[in-house]
Structure formats: C-alpha cells, structure tokens
C-alpha cells in the first residue's frame, strides 16, 4: 500500500506485513468513526509513523490485524 510522508514529502510504498488497521473515533459516544491504515517503518534511516485514511469498504477488506 502506498503512503504519503510529510516528512520526506514522498509517497512510499509498504508491504502489507508492516500495515495494520486503525479505527478512529471524532466526537463523543458514536461520534463519526474514521477508518485509516497505519505503518510505522525506517525509510532513509528515520522512523516514520504513516497513517492513511480510507473508506470504511477498504477497511473491512484489508486482511490485517486490528489495533
């Protein structure tokens, strides 16, 4: 899946072992809950966190774990 770093200001690509899948909750109760793929990797010798927000159908077909 492909990221975008603010930091490098670069997309990288990263391979699905290093994603995992994140819901996240805006607002109180429920709220409006925002579906997002996240990674954190070691490119050009720096540790990045990446998130990528996505659509809720995305989310259910990746096939990786939940944090």
Known sequence: MEF???KHREK???ADND???RKFNSGE???RIR???VAEVT??????KLTKF???ATY???KVPEV
């Open 12 to 14: 990288i690509n990263v």
């Open 4 to 6: 975008y770093s603010v």
């Open 35 to 37: 579906y997002a793929a």
């Open 19 to 21: 994603i995992k899948k």
């Open 60 to 62: 259910e077909d990746l």
């Open 43 to 48: 490119y050009k010798g720096d540790k990045v």
């Open 54 to 56: 996505i659509n809720k």
């Open 29 to 31: 109760g429920e709220g």
